[in-house]
């Protein structure tokens, strides 16, 4: 692996990203009116704006990411380029990575707007730190890309691609406690939430929306967050190969 | 065609009983044969013969299933091997979504190329004045040339050429062929593949396919008179029906006929 090859594939992806002015837009416009109408829908019912809003804030740019990394990966295999760049001198990780840093730099742009949309006009408050949603939400949508990552290798096709959202994320969406409490989950469900990551990045901004400091709870959701998200780096990495069959 | 001194060359290339098992059949089913430093050599056959098969297990894309593949002393694949072997695909693979520039740009720095490669490689392939347009955009002809400058940014020594001609107006055809011409008097060892008969007369030497088998390792004149046809098109029909391909007047270098 080379820092060059790392930040010049990352350069290329975000010159693509600047050549689809569209998806750019959406890919901001999406949560931002998402949340929006997530804020008019829980409008006057007090304080629910502010216990769903910072939980959704996070699960929104990971759904976003999981779809636009699954979708760009699966182009590079299609075209032919993922095969050409690994007949180069590239690293697999140079790939996985270039690919991680220029959806994480989106992914930044992505939640200062929408999150400075919940915490001013929309009017969501936390009893924790704003800056610790948007930490969270970054970290989310990294995962998402990741996730993304490791999965796109098992899609031959578009149309398999992206039932992977259904398939790998609804299924977080509905144990990850926003729904029922994962407390209040059947037994078995209660274990498999544990296995989830999505289970601690919710409760990473319940923390936050429930204590005015830093909780031990947050940090650990934080940890494993990261760990699940350096997890699915890893795999995305095992799962590109050099020579098919 | 280039006629040049007979004395020996190195090797570059090494195809020792190579055999490609995909699913059913037997995409390569084995082949052997030797490439000799800074020789342009075609390699012709129908549509599914096993040419693209073949040159995955060159560049060292393709899981082998028996017999092994040196390039430049080194197991194909290898990674002391991967700026040195240029391969393009039959489908231009490129970014769409980038201009030409931007393509070569990231491609020179995953290869470690200089900056200067660009320009010189728009050069080679005549795309010096649409180089700010964004890939997609182009005709298909000028997609795969694109797909070509990008495995000449790092000068490899090796190239591995999967239909570079397809689809081209006959001027630019002639154009690239004596570009790969002069890349062979450089040095580089080129495999060019194609379905078009007529171009083997651009090569030093044939290697002919059919069903994954190796047909006859020839020359283009060799080949005219071991069938006794006048043009390409009809001497490799001659061959594939096993007009007398292994008669009295066969060439040496032909290994096997059916």
Redesign the interface.
């Known amino acids: 692996m080379t820092g060059?090859?790392t930040r010049?594939?990352a350069?290329?992806v975000l010159?693509?990203l600047r050549?689809?002015p569209r998806t750019v837009a959406l890919l901001i416009a999406v949560p931002a009116v998402l949340m929006g109408l997530l804020a008019w829908i829980l409008h006057g019912r007090d304080h629910d704006f502010d216990t769903f809003g910072p939980q959704l804030l996070g699960i929104f740019p990971l759904i976003v990411m999981f779809l636009i990394t699954s979708v760009a990966t699966l182009r590079e295999r299609a075209?032919?380029?993922l095969?050409?760049?690994?007949?180069?001198?590239?690293s697999k990780a140079d790939f996985v990575l270039g690919y991680a840093i220029a959806f994480g730099l989106a992914a930044i742009v992505q939640a200062l707007v929408v999150s400075g949309l919940c915490f001013g006009p929309y009017g969501m408050t936390v009893r924790g730190s704003a800056w610790l949603v948007v930490v969270v939400a970054v970290l989310d949508a990294l995962l998402g890309t990741a996730l993304g990552l490791s999965v796109s290798a098992l899609a031959t096709t578009e149309f398999q691609a992206v039932q992977f959202m259904p398939a790998f994320i609804l299924p977080q969406l509905l144990l990850c406690g926003i729904i029922v409490p994962r407390a209040e989950l059947p037994q078995v469900l209660h274990w498999v939430s544990y296995l989830l990551p999505m289970s601690y990045a919710v409760d990473a901004t319940q923390q936050l929306s429930t204590y005015p400091s830093v909780t031990t709870q947050f940090l650990v959701d934080l940890a494993v967050v990261g760990g699940f998200l350096a997890l699915a780096l890893a795999l995305g990495t095992l799962t590109l190969r050099?020579?098919?069959? | 065609m280039t006629d040049r001194a007979s004395t020996p060359l190195p090797t570059a290339v090494q195809v020792d009983h190579l055999t490609v098992v995909r699913g059913e059949t037997r995409a390569v089913d084995d082949v052997s044969f030797e490439l000799h430093a800074g020789s342009l050599v075609g390699l012709l056959g129908p549509s599914g013969c096993g040419k693209t098969t073949l040159m995955r297990s060159l560049v060292g894309t393709q899981v082998l299933s028996a017999g092994s593949v040196t390039v430049l002393g080194q197991p194909a694949g290898s990674r002391s091997l991967r700026d040195q072997v240029g391969y393009v695909t039959q489908v231009p693979s490129v970014y769409g979504d980038l201009t030409v520039r931007e393509n070569l740009s990231y491609f020179a720095t995953v290869l470690g190329a200089p900056v200067e490669a660009v320009d010189r490689v728009l050069g080679d392939v005549d795309l010096g004045g649409q180089d700010r347009s964004i890939v997609a955009r182009l005709s298909g002809g000028e997609r795969a040339r694109v797909s070509l400058a990008t495995a000449l940014l790092g000068s490899p020594r090796v190239l591995v050429l999967d239909e570079p001609t397809v689809g081209l107006d006959p001027l630019l055809r002639r154009s690239l062929w004596s570009l790969f011409n002069r890349l062979a008097q450089a040095g580089t060892t080129l495999l060019v593949s194609s379905h078009v008969m007529d171009e083997a007369e651009r090569c030093e030497r044939l290697l002919l396919m059919r069903e994954g088998r190796l047909l006859a390792d020839t020359t283009p004149s060799g080949l005219l008179s071991s069938t006794g046809e006048d043009d390409f098109e009809s001497a490799f029909v001659a061959l594939i029906e096993g007009r007398d391909p292994t008669g009295p007047d066969a060439p040496a270098g032909c290994q096997e006929g059916e």
């Open positions: 060059g090859r010049a594939t350069a290329r010159l693509q050549h689809d075209s032919g380029t095969e050409r760049l690994l007949t180069m001198p590239m050099r020579r098919t069959p």
